[in-house]
């Protein structure tokens, strides 16, 4: 059964009031939409993405029955890099089968961080 969550952010003092959204799909970042600046970008990756600074998102499977992978990051994730991780995240294709638990980027951008494989995020955070 698919979970989605929708988060409406609005950031504190915000004069423009973007009124950004962001999808959460079975404990994983599905969709981030309607952010004019990166300061909502930023206050929905510490508020709603990664309140621990673990960086939760989907890649692509190919070659197999399931579409999307979530994936999760093994350790903390700096914040000023979160939406860094995303995007390489996003760019990435893996092969089926996938193991849980496997290393599907390692130590993504030089942080000594790597993401796996996980079939259900939330017990994880």
């Known amino acids: 059964m698919m979970e989605r969550v929708v988060h409406a952010i ?20 599905a969709e981030m939409s309607g952010f004019t600046c990166n ?3 930023a206050y929905a ?21 399931l579409a999307l992978l979530p994936v999760v ?3 903390p994730v700096p914040k000023e890099r ?25 130590d993504a951008l030089g942080l000594g961080v790597d993401f796996r494989a996980a079939r259900d995020i939330s017990s994880l955070q």
């Open 82 to 106: 979160i939406f860094d991780c995303l995007r390489l995240l996003r760019g990435v294709t893996v092969a089926a089968p996938v193991a849980e638990g496997a290393v599907i980027v390692s």
């Open 73 to 75: 990051s093994a350790a």
């Open 39 to 41: 300061k909502g970008l």
């Open 10 to 29: 609005q950031c504190i003092g915000c004069p423009i009031g973007c009124g950004g959204e962001v999808v959460v799909e079975n404990g994983a970042v």
């Open 45 to 65: 990756a510490e508020e709603v993405v990664a309140p621990k600074r673990m960086v939760t998102t989907t890649v692509r499977v190919s070659g197999g029955g």
